[in-house]
């Protein structure tokens, strides 16, 4: 078993940064396809960022140019850089690993989530 812990979120302002960080712990995650998705109120989940066991990535749209998901193996972490927030970020942003080495942008392909770390950004 996989369990995941997100943190860093908060308030932040428009324009401004936050990094989240999801620390994995029960076995190593290393070859896992790590992933962050977000469900906003009255929303569906939404694919955000994931990224391979050798670190090739893919963003959501709404995202690319502004967000950068990372990983340091050593430490089973993974983090998202979220820079230009915009108030259409405001959402639950979760964590998810996936014990395979292929790439995936739909959350009912992965197996293991965190609880999830609230990001609000206000004007």
């Known amino acids: 078993q996989v369990q995941l812990e997100e943190s860093g979120g908060g308030l932040a302002q428009v324009g401004g940064s936050l990094r989240l960080s999801c620390a994995a712990s029960?076995?190593?995650?290393?070859?896992?396809?790590m992933a962050w998705f977000r469900q906003a109120p009255g929303k569906e989940r939404e694919f955000v960022a994931t990224?391979?066991?050798?670190?090739?990535?893919y963003y959501g749209d709404s995202v690319k140019g502004r967000f950068t998901i990372s990983r340091e193996n050593a430490d089973n972490t993974v983090y998202l850089q979220m820079n230009s927030l915009e108030s259409e970020d405001t959402a639950v942003y979760y964590c998810?690993?996936?014990?395979?080495?292929?790439?995936?942008?739909?959350?009912?392909?992965?197996?293991?989530w965190g609880q999830g770390t609230q990001v609000t950004v206000s004007s």
């Open positions: 990224i391979t066991g050798s670190g090739v990535t």
């Open positions: 029960g076995r190593t995650t290393n070859s896992y396809v």
């Open positions: 998810a690993a996936r014990r395979s080495a292929r790439a995936a942008m739909t959350s009912p392909l992965y197996d293991y």
